[in-house]
């Protein structure tokens, strides 16, 4: 079993910024850089959706359109941590934002919920206007 945490998030203007980390662990765990990392969020009423993601190698990233400019993933493999550094806040961002991984090696960041093997629990960002 693999365990993914959550921290960071919280209440900010539009504007302002925040940085959501997202610690690995667990029994089965294997090597943090063989999964890729991915954050996804959602919004009351809507679905969840790919934000960014980073490959094992984490040698190249793929953003939402969305938040692409304003935030930037990066993992620290000798922490088994990823990050989601978000700038420029818009109250439009404003959901319960989840960090997931996919085990294996990937010539691309997947994007689809259902490709993920491991969801955490979520952290609450919230923008005001």
């Known amino acids: 079993q693999v365990h993914l945490v959550e921290s960071g998030g919280g209440l900010v203007q539009a504007g302002g910024s925040l940085r959501l980390s997202c610690a690995a662990s667990?029994?089965?765990?294997?090597?943090?850089?063989?999964?890729?990392m991915g954050w996804f969020r959602q919004a009351p009423g809507k679905e969840r959706e790919f934000v960014a993601g980073?490959?094992?190698?984490?040698?190249?990233?793929y953003y939402a359109d969305s938040v692409k400019g304003r935030f930037t993933i990066s993992r620290d493999n000798a922490k088994n941590t990823v990050y989601l550094q978000m700038n420029s806040l818009k109250p439009e961002d404003t959901a319960v934002y989840y960090c997931?991984?996919?085990?294996?090696?990937?010539?691309?960041?997947?994007?689809?919920?259902?490709?993920?093997?491991?969801w955490g629990q979520g952290t609450q960002v919230t923008v005001s206007s």
């Open positions: 980073i490959r094992a190698s984490a040698g190249s990233t």
């Open positions: 997931a991984a996919k085990y294996g090696i990937s010539r691309y960041v997947p994007t689809k919920t259902e490709e993920y093997d491991y």
């Open positions: 667990g029994r089965t765990f294997s090597i943090f850089s063989n999964y890729v």
